[in-house]
């Protein structure tokens, strides 16, 4: 291609394309949650990841959850989701459950991108959308977890507009557990 033939084609937009999940993306959808989980996230663990077992009726059939994926070039290169309530009681300090008991709290969970869609601004897109989606849905706060050992997920959410850390819960919690916030 010449530099006239560059000038002259019209412009492709970098920007990847997010949306709500239909049914017809849940296989491919399930099949990136489970080789992230496989790959990066040190496997499945049913207690953990329940929704990915049943996607339909953790995300499709629940208007106040939302199964947000992204695509770029053709196929499946991230997923994002929103969920009512904060972390679970279970694995996070007492002081940190309080905080979202009595709130209308929303959760933005499963911000993972595939290897090879990296550093495209997938991950970005994904995150912008779920914050508006929860935001915009009535949840106030926003929050979510990172698992810092996973390579530049605290960097990313350290560097996410209106992101504020809330807790850090490494060295003691297995997963590297950072929580933030999403301030509007």
């Known amino acids: 291609m010449t530099v006239i033939q560059a000038l002259e084609a ?14 017809s993306d849940l296989p491919a959808v399930e099949a990136h949650m489970r080789r992230m989980l496989a790959r990066d996230l040190g496997g499945h663990d049913p207690a953990l990841h329940a929704d990915v077992d049943d996607l339909a009726a953790f995300y499709l059939d629940d208007p106040t959850r939302a199964l947000l994926v992204c695509t770029r070039d053709g196929e499946i290169a991230g997923t994002a989701v929103v969920r009512p309530g904060g972390p679970s009681a279970h694995h996070v300090p007492t002081w940190l459950a309080r905080r979202y008991a009595d709130a209308v709290t929303g959760q933005v969970g499963r911000v993972w991108v595939d290897r090879g869609h990296r550093r495209h601004g997938v991950g970005r897109a994904l995150a912008e959308a ?20 996973v390579p530049g997920a605290l960097a990313f959410w350290r560097a996410f507009p209106g992101a504020v850390e809330v807790h850090d819960a490494r060295p003691t919690d297995p997963w590297s557990t950072v929580h933030f916030e999403i301030v509007s």
């Open 10 to 23: 019209p412009p492709r937009s970098t920007r990847p394309a997010v949306r709500l999940a239909t049914r």
């Open 130 to 149: 779920a914050a508006r989606w929860a935001l915009e849905a009535g949840y106030s706060p926003v929050c979510l977890h990172t698992n810092a050992s």
